[in-house]
């Protein structure tokens, strides 16, 4: 299947991350190291059939986030993020 | 600051199907009573995990289409080909049910109804759950900022919620509903008849100025013609928030 086809957004993962951090992590802000951007998660792209989830760069495509799951331990990296931010957990 | 109001991570909860209606042939809404529903905001979704007998699990997200101000939960659930769990869902699921459910979830495609700026919402296929979702809250919460609704389907007979939509569209300070049908017509069709593109968008939408706030919800390659078309005719890609339905679902 092409690759455009299998394209989310970070929304798409927002329940395998709100497994992990005690906020809602869509609207998160993530840093690109390749061109600098900042967006939203929910803004980014999602791709969820590999062997775990890749999110990346809604601008120029690098990887910002790699989830896997192995042996029942979760992995998070970022290849090519400065960073992730988000707010105070809040009830909404 | 209460820390009983910090949320903290989503856990698994139980919820009961209390009522189903089929809304087109492929496409059935769930009511759910969830007695440990801790509310959600229009746009969110939940996720649905099943568990066969020998353990097996496959999970799924779907679009919460019930308004916050609604008293049940509800979700509407098309039939993919070869969907492991929405052929479940849409077609074994019966009322008495129980399902395990986690959520709400997202924030970032997300729409209050105090929220300012027109609403703009472009919807095609079954992306058309989480923006019914803001309608009805829009709806139940008396809002008054214009709200205008591109929505396209293959065939009338396959609009989801089409009744409701008329409802809405002819109640006082209701939605303009656009509708276009790509595959086929019902005689006498007046309206569009083709997919989106950018002159339906610059007819639908509403001018720049006004600073709408836009969703975009369906499948990745509807969203992201529409999402780039919108951004062509001037809207910042920041008051443009997008949702994808990839094939991954099922």
């Known amino acids: 299947m092409e690759g455009e086809a299998l394209r989310l957004d970070g929304n798409a993962i927002a329940g395998t991350l709100g497994g992990m951090f005690v906020q809602d992590m869509t609207e998160a802000r993530i840093a690109c190291k390749g061109c600098g951007n900042v967006e939203p998660v929910g803004a980014e792209h999602a791709y969820v059939q590999a062997p775990g989830i890749v999110l990346r760069c809604s601008h120029c495509d690098e990887a910002l986030l790699v989830m896997t799951r192995t042996a029942g331990r979760h992995r998070i990296w970022f290849p090519r993020s400065h960073w992730l931010e988000m707010g105070e957990p809040t009830d909404s | ?250």
């Open chain 2, 1 to 250: 600051m209460a820390r009983a109001a910090v949320r903290g991570r989503l856990n698994w909860t139980l919820g009961e199907v209390v009522e189903l209606i089929d809304e087109t042939p492929r496409v059935r809404t769930i009511f759910l009573e969830v007695p440990e529903w801790p509310g959600h905001r229009a746009g969110q979704h939940v996720d649905v995990r099943l568990t066969a007998e020998d353990g097996y699990q496959a999970q799924r997200s779907y679009s919460i289409a019930s308004a916050p101000e609604d008293g049940r939960l509800a979700i509407t659930v098309e039939r993919l080909p070869d969907g492991e769990v929405s052929e479940y869902l849409v077609g074994e699921l019966r009322r008495g049910d129980k399902l395990e459910l986690r959520g709400p979830i997202g924030g970032y495609f997300v729409w209050e109804a105090r929220s300012d700026g027109p609403l703009l919402l472009v919807a095609g296929g079954s992306g058309i759950v989480p923006l019914m979702c803001m309608l009805r809250h829009r709806r139940a919460s008396d809002g008054t900022v214009g709200a205008r609704l591109l929505y396209s389907s293959r065939s009338w007979d396959e609009v989801i919620y089409r009744d409701e939509l008329e409802r809405l569209a002819a109640g006082s300070n209701g939605p303009e509903v656009i509708h276009t049908l790509t595959r086929s017509q019902p005689p006498g069709w007046k309206g569009y008849a083709r997919r989106v593109d950018g002159a339906m968008l610059a007819e639908a939408a509403w001018a720049t100025a006004s600073m709408p706030m836009t969703f975009v919800c369906g499948p990745t390659s509807f969203v992201e013609s529409v999402a780039g078309g919108l951004v062509l005719l001037g809207y910042p890609s920041n008051t443009v928030k997008t949702e994808r339905f990839g094939p991954t679902g099922g």
